[in-house]
């Protein structure tokens, strides 16, 4: 007697974890080789995982302590996040309000920064500085008072701000 093995059929469909497999390898970013990654708490240096005191970015909006960047730079000549030539010309200076409480706030509506607040840092290109200066806002404030407003001015003093091309956002 000969038993007839039931064959499955392929299924037609993806799983949600096959899926994100999958999009994670056609995307590219799955070749973290397994390691799992998070976003640093908004108040870290990237450097030195403590909270910044006098912070500082680079191009892509990495934050940074000033003292930790600076000493970085010094010695390696290069982008702590890139592996690029970097000089401490680079480094964009942020001009950032505190509140009572010592935390970082948005100076015009006056909340404080959390994890995941959406944040932007408007270059001032009026600067007689060498060094690269940014003010600090939340996007709500920004997004309100120029983007709807149609004109680009320093939020805190409605000082005019030269081009658009200088507002990058962190998270």
């Not at 600090?136 to 000082?159: I, P, Q, T």
Request: charged share 30%; hydrophobic share 35%; glycine share 4%.
């Amino acid at each position: 007697l000969r038993t007839m093995v039931k064959r499955q059929k392929e299924k037609q469909y993806q799983s949600a974890r096959e899926h994100r497999q999958n999009a994670q390898l056609r995307s590219g970013s799955g070749m973290t080789g397994g390691v799992v990654q998070r976003k640093l708490p908004f108040q870290c240096c990237a450097l030195t995982l403590t909270p910044f005191t006098q912070p500082v970015c680079n191009a892509q909006g990495i934050l940074f302590d000033s003292v930790a960047l600076m000493e970085f730079v010094m010695k390696h000549k290069k982008d702590p996040v890139t592996g690029k030539p970097f000089t401490t010309r680079d480094i964009i200076t942020l001009h950032m309000d505190q509140d009572d409480e010592r935390r970082w706030q948005c100076p015009v509506l006056t909340k404080p920064f959390a994890d995941h607040t959406k944040i932007v840092a408007i270059v001032d290109r009026s600067s007689k500085n060498s060094n690269i200066e940014a003010y600090v806002y939340s996007f709500e404030a920004y997004k309100e008072l120029n983007v709807k407003a149609k004109k680009l001015v320093r939020l805190d003093d409605g000082e005019e701000v030269l081009s658009k091309e200088g507002c990058a956002d962190s998270q």
